[in-house]
């Protein structure tokens, strides 16, 4: 029997408690909001990047060069009749007689002398070399500075300066997009920090990768590889405190690492790993002594 709808009774009630509330971490959904973000950050920046490696290397050289000239202005060759410009054209020498033994893309470089006690040298975008007067205070032999011109000459070869300047303006282009300015700076960091560790493990392959072409120059000039290791060594008799930093947070291979991989080299069958007892041939007398000067 139905009911007439005049007869039903309608009862009030309160919904259940809690009907609207999720039972989930807020925390924990805040968190997996943030880790899909920067996951996606990471994604692009890295995919994006790595398409700036494989186009910029193909900037005709000759741009490249004319790109970084003013760059380049900032480490201007020393005036004619200088004990500066003395040591440059012996290293002008040098680079040439080196890069004549690339059977690879020809490339023009140029080089300059660094007022600087630290043992350093660089290649800039173009094949601009710079040698710091520490350097030349480190090292022993023509072979050991050879070696440390073939490695710069290597990465300019490779392109490696302008990849990975490439690189650097996508990342930071990139960031800046996607994270917005003042108010994401914390995101910016994360993205950036996480995103420059996958740059470092691809600045020690192409560390190796300068090594190995600066040991092919010098083996193929002198006719063996000695001196290849001379400049590693003395860095690690010196203990230097980045020796301490771990190696994954370097943008260079471990020094002790280097000059295993070099040794090792010979051992290989090829002809460019011939080293043994050779002769080394002594730094000019002019160049040891404008090491130790402290005229510009």
């Known amino acids: 029997m139905v009911r007439p709808l005049s007869l039903m009774k309608y009862t009030a009630k309160l919904p259940p408690e809690g009907i609207n509330v999720s039972t989930k971490s807020p925390l924990k959904q805040l968190f997996l909001l943030l880790a899909a973000f920067t996951g996606l950050i990471l994604a692009l920046v890295l995919v994006i990047a790595m398409m700036a490696d494989y186009f910029v290397q193909y900037i005709p050289r000759d741009v490249e060069r004319n790109l970084f000239s003013d760059v380049y202005s900032q480490f201007q060759p020393a005036k004619p009749g200088t004990e500066r410009h003395r040591v440059e054209r012996y290293l002008d020498t040098l680079i040439n007689n080196l890069s004549k033994k690339w059977t690879g893309d020809k490339q023009q470089f140029s080089v300059a002398v660094i007022e600087s006690d630290l ?160 002769a080394l041939i002594p730094l000019p007398d002019y160049v040891k002594q404008f090491s130790k000067s402290t005229k510009k």
Do not use: C
């Open 119 to 278: 043992p350093n040298a660089f290649v800039l975008p173009g094949g601009h070399i710079g040698v710091s007067k520490g350097l030349l205070r480190v090292v022993k032999s023509e072979n050991g500075l050879a070696m440390i011109l073939g490695h710069e000459m290597g990465h300019q070869y490779k392109r490696h300066p302008i990849r990975a300047l490439g690189r650097g303006l996508v990342v930071a282009l990139v960031i800046a997009v996607a994270t917005g300015t003042e108010e994401s700076g914390w995101a910016n960091g994360l993205a950036l920090n996480t995103a420059t560790l996958f740059q470092l493990v691809y600045s020690r392959d192409q560390e190796r990768e300068a090594d190995t072409i600066g040991l092919l120059l010098i083996t193929r000039h002198y006719g063996h590889g000695d001196g290849a290791t001379e400049f590693f060594k003395a860095i690690l008799k010196e203990k230097s405190l980045s020796e301490n930093i771990p190696t994954f947070l370097k943008t260079h291979p471990s020094t002790k690492e280097r000059v295993e991989r070099l040794i090792n080299a010979r051992n290989q069958p090829n002809q460019i790993n011939q080293m043994g007892k050779q």
